[in-house]
């Protein structure tokens, strides 16, 4: 889906836990979440941690859209 | 024949712990066969005996790839099998990629392996220099072919006998080349396949043309404060009661919905129709799919220009390429109409 949405000149960026697969797949701003059911927040904290936590997740995403990239990236923490 | 051991590698779920909400379960291995290893037994030749099985949530493998293969390798290097098998994996993503870890594993300790996966699986492009990976259905419908093909692989591997390409013992190309005798020479063959294609008659090529599908990146945006951004989702967020019915696996559809005028998603009004993850986290918050409150707000601070007023959503989970493609496909058209130039896409 990444794809498809890239090849019509749309940046994108793929927000995703097993980041293996979105380079399998051929994703090129790839920013890693938190976990598989919930890859953009962490129920394990208390809700304003929690909107914090995704809060930065999100801003790296805008992040890896403002970054000129060549090739494959993954936007590591 | 000397006999030899074989090991098991299966998910909570075919390892019988348990569905979706035991998938972080960490590695635990048993001294017997177990689900599908009864099967498969059952295909493999006398002398090989599955010795031990090795069961992984697939959540808790692929969110701890390092400590998950850390145990895997010990428990294999204590069970010191002849051959490992993995799976079968079908269509299941996650269940692929940790199947394909295994075999790779495997590989570096020197034991052959061997798998069976349906050829859209990540888990196929990711691993298969290292193993075996027998060709499947989508679905564990698709047991009953699996288990004899790959019982009759793995009994070879065990027992050291050459394995024949892939055609001919049912595995998924590994994108490795023999070299063999042929009764003609290249010219000659490749004229015979000229005429066959000219006659419309049927013909194997002997060196399929790799096929690499890459995007180029897009330009970096500038200035996001100048422009809309979009979420789209594999991740099965919907509005509560899934109104289009978007299927839990194999998705024939997408959605399109409003989140104008809101700030947040609650759990009032969305839940997830993903049938591939536990879903309780998503429908106790779908911003954690959906970061529609973490997004409104960087709209109030000027981050971003503005929130585009609908999301996209599908359910990511044994879906084939081709409809997640058309999916996309129709999606981006949409969204390059609307001015749209930047989306961020969230899978689970």
């Known amino acids: 889906m990444v794809k498809e949405i890239e090849r019509k000149g749309i940046a994108v960026v793929h927000v995703c836990t ?6 399998t797949v051929g994703a090129n701003r790839i920013v890693p979440a938190v976990a598989i059911p919930h ?15 995704r809060k930065k997740l999100v801003e790296k995403a805008l992040q890896a859209l403002t970054t000129p990239v060549s090739e494959q990236h993954v936007f590591e923490s | 024949m000397e006999a030899k051991r074989v090991v098991v590698y299966l998910n909570q779920f075919f390892g019988q712990i348990g569905g979706e909400d035991k998938a972080d379960t960490p590695p635990q291995s048993v001294a017997k066969a177990v689900g599908p290893g009864v099967g498969l037994q059952a295909n493999l030749p006398e002398n090989c005996t599955i010795v031990g099985t090795i069961i992984c949530g697939d959540g808790y493998f692929n969110e701890n790839l390092e400590e998950a293969s850390t145990a895997v390798r010990q428990m294999l290097e204590e069970f010191a099998p002849h ?18 870890m295994v075999g790779k594993i495997a590989h570096e300790l020197g034991i052959p392996a061997v798998s069976g996966m349906y050829p859209e699986n990540p888990g196929v492009e990711a691993y298969r220099q290292y193993l075996y990976i027998i060709e499947t259905g989508n679905s564990a419908a698709a047991m009953r072919s699996a288990l004899p093909a790959m019982g009759k692989l793995a009994g070879k591997l065990a027992n050291g006998e050459p394995i024949g390409p892939p055609a001919e013992e049912g595995y998924l190309s590994r994108g490795i080349r023999k070299n063999v005798f042929a009764d003609k020479r290249g ?11 000219l006659k419309g008659e049927p013909f194997t090529t002997e060196y399929p043309i790799p096929h690499f599908d890459r995007v180029e ?35 024939s559809r997408y959605g399109k919905y409003s989140i104008a005028g809101l700030d947040t998603l609650t759990a ?7 049938g591939g993850y536990d879903p ?16 409104r707000e960087l709209e109030k601070e000027g981050k971003i220009g503005r929130l585009f007023p609908y999301f996209y959503t599908t ?18 058209a949409e969204l390059v109409n609307e001015g749209v130039q930047a989306v961020i896409l969230t899978s689970t």
């Open chain 2, 315 to 332: 359910v990511g989970n044994g879906t084939s390429v081709a409809n997640a493609r058309k999916y996309a496909a129709e999606i981006a």
């Open chain 2, 187 to 197: 010219s000659e063959r490749a004229i015979d396949l000229l005429l066959q294609k």
């Open chain 2, 217 to 251: 990146p897009a330009a970096a945006i500038s200035d996001l404060s100048q422009v809309t951004v979009a979420v789209v989702t594999s991740g099965g967020i919907v509005p509560k009661g899934n109104p289009d019915r978007i299927e839990a696996s194999s998705a």
């Open chain 1, 18 to 23: 097993v980041t293996p697969i979105s380079l």
């Open chain 2, 280 to 295: 309780v986290y998503a429908n106790q918050n779908p911003n954690r799919v959906v970061p529609v409150d973490a997004l």
């Open chain 2, 268 to 274: 009032e009004g969305f839940e997830t129709a993903h």
């Open chain 2, 83 to 100: 051959v490992v098998v993995a799976g079968p994996a079908f269509n299941a993503g996650r269940y692929g990629m940790a199947c394909g």
């Open chain 1, 39 to 53: 890859p953009l927040g962490n129920p394990k904290l208390n809700p304003q941690e929690e909107f914090t936590l």
